[in-house]
């Protein structure tokens, strides 16, 4: 093996013009592999010349092994996919994994000292013997077998189709801060040297292979002939609509073939072999005349939408040569085949594209990651560390792209029209105020593994290309785009950073970029100008503008006339507020960012009106049904709601609230109703203030208010209906949490005001009802890791309560855990296993036997829910359906036992044991049926020395539970119980009554659904 002369002299040039002693590291490859597609294994020898072209010598030479990633549980990536909710990879059988195996380093044709990283098994390093000079060179070579992984992030197989991707070993970058090891990541990307490669890949003859690089042997060249010619045959007799997923293989040939590509002045080589491909080929002719030999690959999945696919592959070339710069490479492919990470992804001259879905769509994915050949291929950032700069801006050229192809917006393709309303906002921008209203968005320069997955999407490509296109609006397109060429030309093939792309971009457009560069990338910042208001002065208008965000980015004030933009005028950005002189003109509206480019936090302070009632807004807009808000008016929404209870009947009225999504500082939710059975008002309702703080401590602040009133108890003989008014003021402090880690906790202080109707009876006579109040106090700390495998959720809790009795005033103080474990023993099946355990810190009637005020209780039902958490249709009652609504709280047995029986109630301690489990195979019809048992002690606490047996005290019962959406709804059919639980359910009646259903009105409310979703 020996250096390509060739390719150094090409290289030399960029070296030598290279400006403030700028320097990069350079290798040239040369592999020979065998694909062995009976066991899936790639086999052969990788020799590297490695050229030390910084001031320092070196004695350690990085190198990534990334296929070792697939190797085990422990590794960087593994844990990511957890991270991201994904089990395929935890649940891997081990011929599905991924890893080298005979590697034997050399450097210069000596054994090499090498070892693995201690904790990436995916990165490597060699010891040099003889420190590597400035200047000097050295070969690197080592043997190696892969075993291919199955399809589980980019490298990988599916059956007989290969995704060779990250595949050989190669050293990391080394650049003027150091060394870049970095372990293989699906959410994060790469950072490799700029060389050249000379690649043979022996494989059965009737593979059609797509790779980087140039094809070198003449055979294989009229094999791809043929095959373009088999496609257009087949393509010309018309393709119908095809998501066929199981196209057979064909056998593989007995006779094997070598192919050999060459590729220069790229930092990776991929390549993707399938015996199913057809083959399109095309010429794309650049700016300036420049020719480019353009492939597709594809299958028979949606070979409906890749027959247009070449077309995408020509016109993308030439949309990023005419904005960005000239296409460098002598060819580019795009191959359809399985992806497990995004929907399509980058290597040099060829992008790996997975199902699409549209025409549409698929150009989109073609356009990107063909435009990644300028934003990662050509201009090699750092993408690991700064994911934004290649993500972000392929996403603001993909745009534009889309935006001169496409017409439709994109939020119509996915929102029905009711929900759109009249807002004008795009699926991004609401996907952006879903995290920056609630601050929980992050830095779009911000490392790929400290990214949230929602966050990565919005801080490396959303936010960015906003950020781009925004400037773009700003200094004009003709401007930006120059400025971008220069930025290209004078870095291509290199390593910019975002200060060079800063420096470029300010020198060339002669703007300070502050506002751009630390505001809206480097933090997450927000801007949010309002205009404060407006007169007529000599020559036109004064317009006050108020910078209630924190980045000055410059803004542009529109006149608006019947809708439309009459006049635009840009403003230098500034904190505090100025008053700004703006053209005279006939306008009904002066509206900031009339055009909807900045990201801006909250657009209703954006405009004013020259008259009207409420200058800010049009009148507040009811609507029935939820829709996106609107920029122009305060919105209220009304959803008829009808409920029902056994003591208030059928119940009518409507649910108004503010907001639904993006959050608000100030949101509510009312649901007035009107009870036809007791004739009288009831209803439920919450108000909150939300202070999104997104400190390290502190996310969030919430000062609610919640309330509810209804009818509880019904008595036919004397006539009367008894009522609970429950006002609950709540603090919620959401703390502090590494966006991309799954553990999510909360400090929560409550006081409940309860006020229960009692009826007076005096000898037996009924003598109306009297109001008793009840205070109580609750401070909690709740926990939940939403990770992939093994999720736990706990809750630990203190409440308080004074009360006066006929024995005078008594009062109680309480702790409890509950804590909440799932065993993932397989792919998405899990043994839950829940604990309860409580007991009374201080309690003045310990011993006062069940009835007081407090008690826990291991089967919770309406008639002890005392704090009124939960919504029962049937709160006291006895017998009938109504009482067999259970509640999964304290003991959480899901016997229905009724009031009747006070059995499970303790004024001193109570443990319980829950446990339930997916069946481990699926059933033939989709009932989520999952056997349960619970298990738990009440210590009944009779005066001294007069206690029940322990067996008195020990309940459990076990069946089948029909339980949906983890938990929130369902019914449970006990099969056994105890003793004492048996005899009870006895009395009570048939085999019917025993059976009980629990339903989580709070898990099933919208606004919490919403409210809680994270990426
Ligand atoms: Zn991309």
Redesign the pocket.
Known sequence: MKPLITTLVLLLPFFLVAQNDYWQQEVHYRIDVTLNDLNHTLEGEIGMTYFNHSPDELDTIYLHLWANAFRDQRTAFAKQQLQQGEQAFYFAEPEALGYYSGLAFQVNGQPASWALHRQHPDIAFLLLRTPLRSGDSLRISTPFTLNIPASFSRLGHVEESYQMTQWYPKPAVYDETGWHPMPYLDLGEFYSEFGSYEVSITLPENYVVGATGVLQTESERMFLKKKVSETNDYLSRGVERSYQDEEPFPPSSERLKTIRYTAERVHDFAWFADKRFKVQRSMAVLPGGRRVDTWVMFTKYEEHLWQEAIHFVDRSLRFYSETAGLYPYPQATAVQSALSAGSGM?YPMITVIGPAGTAKALDEVIN??VG?NWFYGVLAFNERRHPWM??GL??YYEQRYMQRYYEEDILEDYLPDFLLGQSEMSLEELAYLYQARRHRDQAPDTPSAEFSQLNYFLGAYQKPAVAFRYLEAYVGKTALDAAMQNFYRQWQFRHPCPADLRRALENDLDKNLGWLFEGLLSSNEKMDYAVKGMKNVDNGFQVTVKNQGSIAAPFALSGMRDGEIATTRWYEGFTGKQALSFPTGDYDAIVLDARRLAPELYRQNNRIRSGGLFPRVEKPLISVLPSLENDRRSQLYALPLPAWNNYDKTMLGAVLYNTLVPAKRFEFSLAPLYSFGSRELTGLGELAYHWYLNTEAVQSLTLGLSARSFHFDQNETFDYRRRYTRLMPYLEVELGREAAHPFHHRLQWRSLWIAEEQAQFTDANFNGLRTEEQLIHELSYTGENRRAINPFTFRTALEQQSYTDISGDQHYLKASLEWNQSLTYKEHKNIDIRLFAGGFLINTKREGGSLFPGAFNLISQGFNDYRYDDLYFGRTENEGLWSQQVSLRDGAFKTPLGSAFGLGRSNNFILALNLKADLPQNLPFPLPIKPYFDIGFFDNAQPTGQDDSFQDQLLWSGGLAIDFLDGAFGVYFPFFNSRNLQNRLEERGNYWSRISFNIDFHRLNPFEVIRNIEF
């Open positions: 980058e990107h990651e990644h290649d993500e392929t996403t």
